[in-house]
């Protein structure tokens, strides 16, 4: 599997603070690799690392086989970028982004700028400064796709917009795409799209990789876990577990999540650690997993990296 | 790329660029039409007000215009929409150059051309003005281009703009306050050599900013990184500052083949006494210098020909040996000058226009020049001493010539080179003043100081003539105090009303002339070229000088 994007020990400091702190990633070429995390995890600043839009200040990132520092018109010819902070040229029409976007590319397919205008939707021909946010995410995608980029890097694309555009947005990915599989990196809070769209899945925490893998993976790993017993030391026992993120205990009901439960016999030492309790184990959607990694670290929950 | 990038911008700021153009051209109107309005005085009253209002909107509508051309790709941050796009950062910054450089350097400098044309100015004097006012544009362009691409938005621009020029206000009123604390602690810098200004030096200096600030604009789209290229702004500045005194200078002219002739232009006191006022010491104190005067003549220059003295350095020497060194003194030779015409002169100005009596503005004071200036207290020990007096002076030529006899009538005009001079109206019931429309065009970047023109009014009936003053006729410029740069410069291209004064000081040295319509009717207006020939060194040595001490 040859690798999109690697980071080694990536490193981006703001004066004291590290919002990158020695990021280690690959990103699979032809993947749908999703960055989630909560606010302030350091994925835009990542984003905006590998586009060479800030310097690292120590590591080492390679986009498309380049690296970063040096990333220049020929990589970018390669690379579609959409961004809720970006800057669009606001004083242009959509058709003029697209006339203004079309010489950079010598591979700009103008069938595919017809079909994915289409399907987004776009016949407005006011000004983007006039148009919804909504309207500007797809003329900015639509800009980042029409020329087939091998990569496309999309931060969080969908931030407030309603469910019919993000699912719009997705479909013209997916369309896009077509039979060839793109390599796309994703940041977003919108866990539920993520999901869909992605095959891996990394988390963000304060600068640091908590985990990066494929999202079937992911969800085979974690599972929620009720377990029901008289026992007054049910909370302890499950706090000593170095896999188990513990999330409450409401009477004589524990709850926790199994951050390894895709292990040989794990149900087994669930078991084995309550005997003679009632035990329920449900798998987890990917916005359940975000909580539960999201909320406050429980003891141990570093061992999940 | 660079088309594409370029008509894109063009298509985006096509109203304000052709707003500008609309102002450049307003401005060039009402700058050619001034000097044909003299003769009506409200009329050219409101077009030269006019002109100047246009120029200082253009040099506003600079610091509107560079920063959101600049902006539109911006060089600083990192959300901009191209940062993300293949397009080679080196050619949004050439891209932006070129813009503003056509639009804000090169349309003002061709309108500058037309009206140069026009006025019939010589093609290469104009080609030198133009590339001096191009100089000089760039500047300001590339001062405000550094400025907008270390900058994000026009706000933080105008900020940024503002605390430069804080600081700059604040060195500036830092560095005198600190003069004037320290006070003075030498005598005032002495003339070394004999020279010229060198009127490179600003040219020089402009075209080094430029260059620097292009230059420190591209490191930051280069770069991306102000911590790169504000400082290599600053060395840019410096090395300019520095860098200009290693440059070639304007020489002054090769003097003229007589000077050879030792026989001509030779020194002379005519009274073999210095003179010393102890009031003209300065600065106060112990170590105060001051300037004997003496009566010192150039004999036997050719006909049109008047000099200015510039003390080199001299010394006077006691029969016991001691000698009083002196240094020289004098500013530097500022070329002909209207203001330093003397008894010699006069002479020279009745050989010209052939009249016996001539009534000239300043009737002088010749030969009471610099003649040996040292410490005060040298020259007052040797108070009443007599003994031998050495000098060596710089004797600047100017050469006189009659160009153009003119009718004294509405409408007369002549043109030498790039001088053109038009009556527009006579005074007619005073009978003392004429109006006229006046186009000069000079460089600093000619070989030689332009000529000045001195008109006179001369009645041959009466064998007399009287020396006109020559003023601007614009009382009140509207112009924007530190931001009409260029007004200041006696170079460039000036389309003005002048008024020509004929007055005959109350004087005892003045001829009695009354100066009337009848006096007028039967006179003509003679023009004369001052022009600046050179400079020779001359020494002078009297064996038996009296020091005076006042």
């Given at each position: 599997?040859?690798?999109?994007i690697?980071?080694?020990?990536?490193?981006?400091?703001?004066g004291?603070?590290d919002?990158?702190n020695?990021l280690?990633m690959?990103?699979?070429e032809?993947?749908?690799?999703?960055?989630i995390g909560?606010?302030?995890?350091?994925?835009?600043?990542?984003?905006k690392l590998?586009?060479?839009l800030l310097r690292p200040?120590?590591?080492?990132a390679r986009v498309l086989?380049?690296?970063?520092?040096?990333?220049?018109?020929a990589?970018?010819?390669?690379?579609g970028?959409?961004?809720?902070?970006q800057?669009?040229?606001d004083w242009?029409?959509p058709?003029?982004l697209?006339?203004?976007?079309r010489a950079?590319y010598p591979?700009?397919?103008a069938a595919l700028?017809?079909?994915?205008?289409a399907s987004?939707?776009l016949t407005q021909?006011?000004?983007?400064?006039s148009l919804?946010?909504?309207?500007?995410?797809?003329?900015?995608?639509l800009?980042?796709?029409?020329?087939r980029?091998?990569?496309?890097?999309?931060?969080e694309?969908?931030?407030?917009?309603?469910?019919v555009v993000?699912?719009?947005?997705?479909?013209a990915?997916?369309?896009?795409?077509?039979?060839?599989r793109?390599t796309?990196?994703?940041?977003?809070?919108?866990?539920?799209?993520v999901?869909?769209?992605a095959?891996?899945i990394?988390f963000?925490?304060?600068?640091?990789?908590?985990?990066?893998?494929?999202?079937a993976?992911l969800?085979?790993?974690?599972r929620?876990?009720e377990?029901v017993s008289?026992?007054?030391?049910?909370?302890?026992?499950?706090?000593a577990?170095?896999?188990?993120?513990v999330?409450?205990?409401?009477?004589r009901t524990?709850?926790?999540?199994?951050?390894?439960?895709?292990?040989?016999?794990?149900?087994?030492?669930v078991?084995?650690t309550?005997?003679?309790?009632?035990?329920?184990i449900?798998?987890?959607?990917l916005?359940?997993?975000?909580i539960?990694?999201a909320?406050p670290t429980?003891?141990g929950?570093?061992?999940?990296v | 790329?660079l088309?594409?990038l370029?008509?894109?911008?063009?298509?985006?700021?096509?109203?304000?660029?052709?707003m500008?153009?609309?102002?450049?051209?307003a401005?060039?109107?009402a700058t050619a039409?001034?000097p044909?309005t003299?003769g009506?005085?409200?009329?050219?009253?409101?077009v030269?007000?006019?002109?100047?209002?246009?120029?200082?909107?253009?040099?506003?509508?600079?610091l509107f215009?560079?920063?959101?051309?600049?902006?539109a790709?911006?060089?600083?941050?990192?959300?901009?929409f191209?940062l993300?796009?293949p397009v080679?950062?080196q050619?949004?910054?050439l891209?932006?150059?070129v813009?503003?450089g056509?639009?804000?350097?090169?349309?003002?400098?061709?309108a500058?051309?037309i009206?140069m044309?026009?006025?019939?100015?010589?093609?290469?004097e104009?080609?030198r003005?133009?590339?001096?006012t191009?100089?000089?544009?760039a500047?300001?362009v590339?001062?405000?281009?550094?400025?907008?691409?270390t900058?994000?938005?026009?706000?933080?621009?105008?900020?940024?703009?503002?605390?430069?020029?804080?600081a700059f206000?604040?060195?500036?009123?830092?560095?005198?306050t600190?003069?004037e604390l320290r006070?003075?602690?030498e005598?005032?810098a002495?003339?070394?050599?004999p020279?010229?200004?060198n009127t490179?030096?600003?040219?020089?200096?402009?075209?080094?900013?430029a260059v620097?600030l292009?230059?420190?604009?591209a490191l930051q789209?280069l770069?991306?990184?102000?911590?790169?290229?504000?400082?290599?702004a600053?060395?840019?500045?410096?090395?300019?500052?520095?860098?200009?005194?290693?440059?070639?200078?304007?020489r002054?002219?090769?003097p003229?083949?007589?000077?050879?002739?030792t026989d001509r232009?030779?020194?002379?006191?005519?009274s073999p006494?210095?003179?010393?006022?102890?009031?003209?010491?300065w600065?106060?104190g112990?170590d105060?210098?001051?300037?004997?005067?003496?009566?010192?003549?150039?004999s036997?220059?050719?006909g049109?020909?008047?000099a200015?003295?510039?003390?080199?350095d001299?010394s006077f020497?006691?029969?016991?040996?001691t000698?009083?060194?002196?240094?020289?003194?004098?500013?530097s030779?500022?070329?002909?000058?209207?203001?330093?015409?003397?008894?010699?002169?006069?002479?020279?100005?009745?050989?010209?226009?052939?009249?016996?009596?001539?009534?000239?503005?300043?009737?002088?004071?010749?030969?009471?020049?610099?003649a040996?200036?040292?410490r005060?207290?040298d020259l007052?020990?040797?108070?009443?001493?007599?003994?031998?007096?050495?000098?060596?002076f710089?004797?600047?030529?100017?050469?006189l010539?009659?160009?153009?006899?003119?009718p004294l009538?509405?409408?007369a005009?002549?043109?030498?080179?790039?001088?053109?001079?038009?009556?527009?109206d006579?005074d007619?019931?005073m009978?003392?003043?004429l109006?006229?429309?006046?186009i000069?065009?000079?460089s600093?970047l000619?070989?030689?100081?332009?000529?000045?023109?001195?008109?006179c009014?001369?009645?041959?009936?009466?064998?007399?003539?009287?020396l006109?003053?020559?003023?601007s006729?614009?009382?009140y410029?509207p112009?924007?105090?530190?931001?009409?740069f260029?007004t200041?410069s006696?170079?460039g291209?000036?389309?003005?009303?002048?008024d020509?004064?004929?007055?005959v000081p109350?004087?005892?040295e003045?001829?009695s002339?009354?100066?009337d319509?009848?006096w007028f009717?039967?006179a003509?207006?003679?023009?004369?070229?001052?022009?600046?020939?050179?400079?020779?060194?001359?020494?002078?040595?009297?064996p038996?000088v009296r020091?005076?001490?006042?």
């Open positions: 599997m040859s690798a999109a690697e980071t080694t020990g990536l490193v981006r400091r703001f004291r603070t919002a990158v020695g280690t690959t990103v699979p032809g993947s749908v690799f999703a960055l909560p606010n302030g995890a350091g994925k835009t600043t990542t984003i590998l586009m060479n200040s120590g590591g080492m086989g380049a690296d970063v520092r040096r990333l220049g018109p990589e970018l010819r390669r690379i970028y959409v961004s809720e902070n800057r669009l040229p242009m029409t058709a003029q697209l006339r203004y976007c950079f591979s700009w397919d700028e017809r079909r994915l205008q987004l939707g021909n006011a000004r983007l400064r919804s946010r909504g309207t500007r995410m797809k003329v900015a995608l800009a980042s796709l029409a020329y980029p091998e990569l496309v890097v999309l931060d694309p969908f931030t407030g917009l309603d469910p993000r699912d719009e947005l997705i479909r990915l997916l369309d896009a795409s077509g039979d060839r793109w796309v990196l994703i940041s977003s809070h919108d866990v539920d799209e999901e869909r769209l095959d891996w990394a963000l925490d304060a600068g640091r990789l908590r985990f990066a893998e494929p999202t993976s969800l085979a790993r974690f929620r876990v377990v008289d026992d007054p030391g049910l909370a302890s026992r499950a706090a577990h170095p896999r188990w993120i999330e409450g205990i409401a009477g524990l709850r926790f999540v199994d951050t390894a439960h895709d292990e040989p016999d794990a149900a087994r030492g078991a084995a309550f005997p003679g309790a009632d035990i329920r449900a798998s987890m959607p916005r359940e997993i975000f539960a990694l909320g429980p003891p929950v570093q061992e999940v | 790329m088309l594409h370029l008509r894109e911008d063009l298509r985006h700021f096509r109203w304000p660029l052709v500008w153009c609309a102002v450049v051209a401005e060039a109107v039409v001034a044909q003299a009506n005085e409200p009329l050219y009253a409101a030269s007000t006019l002109g100047w209002v246009l120029y200082d909107a253009l040099l506003l509508a600079m215009l560079v920063p959101i051309i600049v902006q790709h911006p060089a600083v941050g990192s959300e901009a191209w993300t796009r080679p950062r050619t949004v910054w891209e932006k150059s813009l503003l056509a639009f804000m350097v090169v349309v003002p400098v061709a500058q051309m009206l044309a026009t006025s019939r100015i010589p093609f290469a104009a080609v003005v133009a590339t001096e191009a100089v000089a544009r500047l300001l590339a001062a405000l281009m550094a400025f907008a691409s900058t994000a938005s026009l706000p933080r621009f105008a900020l940024a703009l503002a605390a430069a020029v804080g206000l604040v060195w500036a009123v830092g560095s005198i600190l003069m006070g003075p602690s005598p005032p002495a003339v070394a050599l020279h010229l200004p490179m030096l600003p040219v020089y200096l402009e075209l080094g900013l620097g292009v230059l420190a604009a789209y770069t991306r990184l102000r911590r790169i290229a504000v400082p290599a600053a060395i840019a500045i410096v090395a300019s500052f520095f860098g200009v005194d290693y440059l070639p200078e304007v002054p002219p090769a003229p083949t007589w000077t050879a002739s232009g030779r020194l002379v006191m005519r006494q210095l003179t010393f006022d102890r009031a003209s010491a600065p106060e112990r105060a210098w001051g300037g004997a005067v003496a009566d010192i003549g150039v036997d220059l050719p049109g020909w008047i200015e003295l510039t003390l080199l001299g020497t006691r029969p016991d040996g000698t009083i060194e002196g240094r020289g003194f004098g500013s030779l500022a070329g002909t000058s209207s203001m330093s015409f003397t008894p010699s002169s006069l002479l020279a100005m009745r050989e010209l226009l052939g009249v016996e009596r001539v009534v000239m503005r300043l009737p002088g004071s010749e030969g009471r020049v610099p040996l200036y040292a005060a207290a007052q020990t040797a108070a009443s001493a007599t003994g031998r007096y050495q000098g060596r710089a004797v600047s030529l100017t050469r010539q009659v160009v153009r006899v003119l009538r509405t409408g005009a002549f043109q030498d080179g790039s001088y053109r001079f038009t009556i527009a006579l007619t019931a009978g003392r003043s109006r006229a429309g006046v000069r065009a000079s600093a000619d070989s030689a100081p332009a000529p000045t023109f001195e008109f009014a001369r009645n041959r009936a009466r064998s007399e003539a009287v006109g003053w020559l003023t006729a614009s009382g410029v112009g924007i105090p530190g931001v009409s260029g200041f006696r170079t291209l000036q389309m003005e009303a002048a020509v004064v004929f007055q109350a004087s005892e003045t001829p002339i009354t100066l319509a009848a009717s039967q003509d207006l003679v023009v004369i070229r001052e022009t600046f020939d050179g400079v020779i060194v001359r020494t002078l040595d009297v038996h020091l005076d001490v006042r």
